[in-house]
């Protein structure tokens, strides 16, 4: 059987055919966003209005999300660990070209994670990795199976300022966060999926906070273990 877009089917009609495609309950408000459809151009389309991301997403492999991501200054996001992520897989040649056209940060630019392993190299990498390797292949497995990811841009705002935005320096703000149960694959896009645009300060802020924890854990692409092995640690 032929691979099919579910977003494509309708509800069946009587006997002479009648049916009805599914519609597009989307909705835009001046705090939440909620998407149905056309889920990977809407999120390409927001990370075109922003400067920066950090987020947490289990799969990372759609191509159109990818460059748009290429065209930010700084990104950050941790994907579960996958063997096929690993550098040294040939197959894997285009994506890994796609990742290496993101650029990656300098920890001490990020909250959370910046006053981890003082003394080493600060270097961040865009894309990391963390989780347990399901080398046995089942089903039921722990994962990294978030889908989230914060946007934001930089503002040269007062330190004393206090509008209602989540500021992660003086020129830093995080402006909204991406979530729902859409992966970034391509996958999904023919899936029936959803998609919350948030743009509360408190709520932006508690999901970058997550991320944080989550990136203190994290590991390069070019991992030897198969559980999480932090590659930092507090203090120096």
């Given amino acids: ?68 991501l290429s065209r930010l200054s700084r990104v950050s996001i941790i994907v579960q660990k996958e063997d096929f992520l690993r550098p040294d897989k040939a197959s894997q040649h285009q994506l890994h070209k796609a990742y290496d056209k993101i650029r990656g940060s300098d920890r001490l630019e990020w909250p959370h994670i910046n006053e981890l392993s003082t003394s080493t190299d600060q270097t961040m990498q865009a894309i990391r990795c963390v989780g347990n390797l399901n080398t046995e292949k089942k089903p039921a497995h722990p994962r990294a199976h978030n889908k989230f990811l914060v946007l934001g841009k930089y503002v040269s705002l007062p330190e004393s300022d206090d509008d209602g935005v989540y500021k992660l320096g003086r020129d830093m703000v995080a402006c909204c966060v991406w979530t729902g149960s859409f992966n970034f694959t391509y996958n999904a896009t023919r899936s029936l999926e959803n998609a919350v645009v948030i743009r509360q300060s408190d709520v932006v802020g508690a999901y970058l906070a997550e991320w944080g924890q989550i990136a203190a854990i994290s590991e390069p692409l070019d991992w030897f273990q198969p559980w999480v092995q932090p590659e930092w640690r507090i203090g120096t």
Avoid: C
């Fill in 1 to 68: 059987m032929a691979a099919v877009n579910l977003n494509n089917e309708q509800v069946r009609g009587d006997s002479l055919g009648n049916g009805v495609l599914f519609r597009d309950y989307s909705i835009k408000t001046n705090e939440i966003d909620v998407h149905f459809r056309e889920l990977e151009m809407r999120l390409v389309e927001l990370i075109a209005d922003h400067s920066w991301a950090a987020g947490n997403v289990a799969w990372l492999t759609s191509l159109p999300i990818l460059d748009a």
